[in-house]
């Protein structure tokens, strides 16, 4: 089974731990195939950069070819899901939603604990979009500038610990999600020091893109994830236009 | 990994239906470990007999012992479920529960389309139990009585696909559920007859049961699923009066 | 009129409390009937007792016989109590329920005020299954442990006073209610300390107990409160078998 | 115990069907104390006349003066509720209030079934003032025009009965509420031809108003329903007037 | 373009106030016509005195006569709007909601920030009834007593301002709006001390009147703000009462 | 005044529609700036197409440049808008927010009616987006196909106005919203064949911008629309690259 294991920011080193914190949970016969935006920026953290990014993840989508059994679209705030949803064929998970459906599952309500209060109103959006705002007790964030995108669940491991511990206390968190992409694989790491499940947003993700495609649903021919017609398009990457006129991309183009 | 497919009804062959059509997803090294309630009704299918069936989930979680490494309660409407995950140690996922969590994955809204009108209360108490009711296109469910709870989805195959259209074309349904236990593996063999994705919930909970145990998540110590601190018990099997006491069972008692 | 005084939990204490409380409220020629549970736990505080008691609720309904215009279910969460509405002839409610909507009639929101943390989550879900989440200002109780359940109101009753108050002020309710079962009586000694309306569940539930009666609604028979058809069943103690099953109980048997 | 039961509409007839039908409910040692506005519309049928007709509810409790244990604002819609729980000592109980809440102890979900579909807009407002949209099926309307306010319970006899049968059959309502004023009465008549329960707002606002009166809440001095501290007034009715501004009436004002 | 500037309070130093400050942002053409209560309180703070206010304010929109292009009702809680919307043939709109709809164009929250305590529960039922509830971060309102309700604004500037900023630091306010009419003036002099978009209602509300009075969307001859039938009126004021009873007022007559 | 009116799909005549309609509301002194999209797809119409156009419609402000007072997101769904609001100094309003705001001034409920049913999915999140769900009566979509997307609405014309009728009727919508951009200037046609008021998108987001830009709120330093920090970009075009950078875009670049 291979499954896309899409970063739509572009620091390869965050896909690197992503991919090492899937890898973990993987079940043997799986193959996660990385993937890192090329244009964007180093890590979406806003609307408009989820705004951006979420197009990226539809042009990187359509790049992937054939030969995918599912994709995880590895940013917490899922850019570009349910766009994606609709043109492929084959299953689409967001970081976030497989982290929050799976944390629905051990506990009442869970709390979002990250690194940086800069995403706060975007994860919120992501809540709600999902319907899952009564599910949620709370998004908490640490307050400071952190050195390095790809190291700050290093340098941030205490506080990000005593967040967890203070969303269990004050806001009644049954579960802690530890995001987004770049704390990737701390889960494990502080599993006994907070006094409830932790989930990893990405482990969650592959096991989620695995159960789609064993349980392998028909993709939809009617609801609103059919695959819309074909429609004309204009200055678009070509992968990503030769998916939305249903015919096969051109050689060589891009 | 040992899987324990809890049955809280007291019909063995439905059992039967829900073990054959898990093991088709199960991975390899998972096993499924049957069992029927000994005591209840065949089919649980209202409030009453879901309250009543609960605490017997609780009885044979009890019972389970040592050596599960999760358990499934395979009535759809989840009697137990939260109770259960104050109790145990090992993850328990719910059959309503993992199917429209799943579903939500496949599609923004779920239909549950199932075979007798008598559920419909329970099952709409169950969706916003889990706080789904956002997500939930609608139940809809046959009219007239069925022969035999064990054979009834052979029986009513012709009008399931027919109903679960209907949840497509008038309820805007991106995903269909085919509930509960008794229509276990219906979903597989309609597939082609419905024309959005369709889960069959002991399938979703099997998959969702193995990533509980997969991730391992630690046991709450903390927040609304710790387990609660001992006390006395008076009249309760055994098993479960031990649970409850923190205490060893009784040898030969029950 | 004859009122059934339903205490789910084992502690005769506590039904005794509720009798007097509730005679102070009673009608003249309302007849109080109590009945403590002969299994169970002493109190129930959490959704595995909850599981377990109203089980045990139903079984007690259904020994009540005939004679009964109504009954109570005077446990704080209400175990049991609506598969008691689709099995039984006569109005049932429950402690919970008759206190908020009591509530609701002298106050917007009505805060909930109680001597354990451990009650909260299920008194959380009780108020979400009765559809008042947005007519609740919150759930307060005291933190330390306590002595005696039939004496708690006592040892307690200075800070339960100061924590009604602190509802007031910080949660902005309207209304207070002292619960559970164990504070019955509690309200009518402390009504002057607290400067908004002290409901006592269960001079609610006895006044809403005999409003049934008297409106005397028929039983539905159709809707999702009509009665379940009947059903085989299989262990179960006799009286609760006999109503599933649509029989006459078996003499001497239980 | 004198209850006054303030018609806040124009027509004495529909008084006296208000009286009858609350009669037949009320406890011994209950006087219910009739009131028809003076001025005002016929009956209050449009958020017009609501907003008017509270006002001249406001007048009309502040005339009935001392002596008075509790009050029901007798129009479905409950025209000046709120405010009148602000301004008086006695507790004040709605028509639409003590139906609805009485009807959450028999069902899940009730429907409204009226005369008139002038009245639906300023139902369904009132039902979501008080919080229970979640709990209402839907509110039914007859169409056409009829003859008389005072006897259009016995012109739309059968046209009413087969709406809240339909209103059973389509919407799944558990119970029914014949509203508003000029139906007071009918739902005795009709009990047997409706399958599920069906609520008179007026006889379960007696029950309710004497259950406030019996449980003898203290007037809030905190919340939102403390009285409000004096302001002054200009050209309001007298007895309202010196209400507001927290002084005896004046002699022979009006 | 003639606006009519309804003040439903009796103080005419604050119906100057909106003058002052709606003028300032009405476009040349507009002729903002005020007035002011002749009977009532001196400003509404209460449920009750808000349910008076609104008929007040019904009878003065009766008053104003031909020749109006839009009216607003100036009162923060938007007394009697509604109602005014099923009577009257030209566009009203509320100060509130006027506000609040705004403030949503440049935020996702908004925070109310007024003077006096006593209007919160209020301004709260409010933004209910708009259905704005999720879009709003909070209430927040000052303390203590204050002078003169004409110069609140000036004595209280300083606390204001801190106040406005503890909502976007606490509540995470977007946006705040400063109300309610005694304010008027007020945001345009404390913009660059609060470090968000802030809101001045009177102002929203002139733009909005305008808007719709350009846009001129027909008057509702379906749906639940179509004119009411006629209807006879007793004791009414005689320009209320001939809106209603749908005649031309009489002669001489009040 | 200066209002940049952006059409983020690739069909100049439908900017021509929205300019005319737009056009026909402006105050004397405003100059409406039309835009189109040079690259994407002839019309948004799907969740993936929003995706794209919203970050086209991003990198098309940024090419705006300086001199503009307030900006219009001409395509109802409303792509990119809070992306938008976040990065630039004027306001920014969205076709749907702006119909939808305004006609929640006109009516409780508002029906969207549009010509393709594909759109409706896109439509229902961006009304849950803005919060505004509970204000919805519905959305209703024509079936068939069309000839031409800038000739539609002629087309169209009859049935779209049978359509806004069934809408009123059958969904009791108070109001109409006639969208999305392709039909600009139907609402003005129609207006006395629709029972209700009906709102034209772009001549209401015409009026709000103008509205937002006299109020002439702070750009927000705080809260969720607080500009973000700068941040390195890599392939994204010269203007939006600039803004995401704070720095001045390149001479030549694109």
Redesign the interface.
């Known amino acids: 089974m291979r499954i896309l294991l899409l970063n739509p920011n ?1 620091t390869a080193a965050v896909t690197d731990l992503l991919h090492a914190a899937g890898s973990r ?1 993987a ?2 016969g799986t193959e996660l195939v990385p993937a890192t935006a ?5 890590y979406i ?8 990014g ?2 990226i993840a ?1 042009e990187m989508l359509a790049e992937a070819g054939p030969g995918i059994d599912a994709a995880i679209i590895a940013a917490f705030g899922d ?2 899901l ?6 492929f064929e084959f ?1 689409v ?1 967001g970081l976030a ?2 982290a929050m ?2 944390a ?5 309500r869970f709390s979002i604990v990250t690194f940086a209060g ?1 995403l ?2 975007w994860y919120e ?1 992501c809540v ?5 705002t ?2 949620c007790a709370g998004i908490r964030t640490l307050d400071g500038a952190f050195e390095s995108i790809s190291e700050v669940q290093a340098e941030k491991e205490e506080l990000l610990v005593a967040l967890a511990n203070r969303a ?2 004050r806001d ?4 802690v999600i530890l995001s987004g992409a770049p704390l990737a694989g701390l889960a494990a790491k502080v ?2 020091r907070i ?6 947003p990405v ?2 993700a592959v ?2 893109a ?3 495609a ?2 392998n ?10 695959r ?2 074909p ?6 990457p070509e992968p ?1 236009a030769a998916v ?1 006129e249903h015919r096969s991309p051109k050689e060589g183009a891009r």
Chains 1, 2, 3, 4, 5, 6 share one sequence.
């Open positions: 572009t949970v079940s043997p090329s244009r964007g920026v180093p953290a806003t609307r408009a950069e989820a705004q951006i979420g197009a539809l850019p570009g349910f766009g994606a949803r609709e043109l299953p998970v939603e497989a459906l799976t629905c599952m051990v506990g009442r800069a706060a109103p959006e709600a979009m999902h319907g899952l009564a599910r269990v206390e009644n968190a049954d579960v599993r006994d006094p409830v499940p932790v989930i990893d482990a969650a096991r989620q695995e159960t789609l064993v349980l649903p028909r993709k939809a021919v009617a609801g609103t994830f059919r819309p017609d429609k004309p398009t204009l200055g678009l990503l939305i």
